[in-house]
């Protein structure tokens, strides 16, 4: 079986957008592969996370994604910072990782903004860690939303960099997973923005724990323009908000926007709001609720978390070590 990679950042709860451009896709690929799934709290830790919270927010990401389907018995799942391997790795690759390559990371422009002299040097780097969690496991594929394209371009210019320098063979290439009509979901106020589980607005975004009230209230308010919608996909050329909504149903029923279209076209966004709205109340319900109840026994999902490490650890740190050796470090 192929091995699979994959993390999630705990800077949150998991959005709608987290959840239908990855990990909704995660949960078929634990019957016919190898999966490992990371909740990345090294990577949080590139913007600041209040201590007091930071612990709890990890653990809920992990009811979140045991909630949605990972199964601990198909699958291993586990705390980053868990496992010493990926920060081993990251290492090596900060020093194999050219600083013209980071330079062009687009997520890195988006998060430091205007300010980028007062972020961390973290998140500069952030892509290298990526890199190396990958790696440290030689997966092959990796499932992701849209946004995270340009760093597994980079992870593979990185192996190709590594396997050069040290005349080995030793990295394989990854082959990114971006699949479905909601790879990249969009912010319900803001159409040309991703929806992100650390924006500022709480209303731009349907989080994994919102009740039916909330939903539809987010969903009510969510920005659109004042024409009905198009017949046809073409129709939504310039109507990102539109385009968002119908991507969002058509995602949450598996279906195509054109079929939702076909359904749809011609309605105002207010009847088409209810419809949407009614769709992901049912879908996410049971989701919220499971959620709910994994967090009621703090000691099971520790212990769950702990073995998925020691099973992480257990097939990164020969890699690693290996790793290690071909650079020339000293052995221990
Ligand atoms: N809006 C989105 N649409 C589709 N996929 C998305 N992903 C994130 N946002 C969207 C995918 O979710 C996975 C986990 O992402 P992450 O938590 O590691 O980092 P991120 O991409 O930076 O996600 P957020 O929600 O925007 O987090 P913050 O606010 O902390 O930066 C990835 O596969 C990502 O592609």
């Known amino acids: ?31 016919d592969h190898e ?25 809920e990401m992990a009811a979140a994604l045991l909630a949605c389907g990972l199964d601990p018995q198909k699958c291993t799942l586990f705390v980053q910072s868990h496992v010493h391997a990926h920060a081993r790795l990251a290492w090596i690759f900060n020093c194999v990782a050219r600083l013209g390559w980071l330079n062009r990371m ?19 780097v952030y892509p290298n860690l990526m890199a190396a969690d990958i790696h440290a496991y030689h997966a ?34 990854i082959t990114p997973l971006i699949q479905g009509v909601a790879a990249r979901v969009m912010s319900l106020r803001d159409g040309t923005k991703k929806m992100s589980k650390s924006d500022a607005s709480d209303a731009s975004r349907i989080n994994l724990t919102d009740t039916a009230d909330e939903i539809a209230q987010k969903i009510r308010r969510a920005k659109t323009d004042p024409e009905p919608l198009p017949d046809h996909v ?20 598996d279906s195509m926007p054109e079929n939702v279209l076909r359904e749809h076209g011609g309605k105002g966004f207010g009847a088409f ?13 049971p989701i919220r ?22 099973r992480a650890a257990a097939i990164a740190d020969p890699i690693v070590t290996e790793a290690e050796r071909i650079v020339g470090f000293l052995p221990r």
């Open 1 to 31: 079986m192929q091995r699979v990679f994959s993390g999630i950042q705990p800077t949150g709860v998991p959005t709608l957008g987290n959840y239908l451009g990855a990990i909704r896709n995660w949960v078929p690929m634990q019957d």
């Open 35 to 59: 999966c490992i799934f990371c909740v990345v709290d090294l990577h949080a830790l590139t913007v600041w996370q209040e201590p007091k919270g930071f612990g709890a927010q990890t653990r």
């Open 106 to 124: 687009t997520q890195f422009k988006d998060k430091a903004g205007k300010d980028r002299e007062a972020v961390s040097s973290g998140l500069y």
């Open 140 to 173: 092959v594929k990796v499932p992701v939303g849209d946004d995270q394209k340009q760093h597994l371009e980079l992870a593979n210019d990185i192996a190709q960099k590594f396997n050069h320098d040290y005349g080995v063979e030793f990295f394989p290439t």
């Open 234 to 253: 073409s129709g939504l050329e310039d109507r990102p908000e539109a385009r968002n909504l119908v991507g969002i149903l058509a995602a949450i029923t």
């Open 273 to 285: 709001k209810e419809v949407l709205t009614e769709a992901l109340v049912a879908h996410l319900s």
């Open 289 to 310: 609720e499971e959620m709910a109840r994994l967090l009621q026994d703090h000691g099971a999902l520790d212990a769950a978390l702990r073995l998925g490490a020691d």
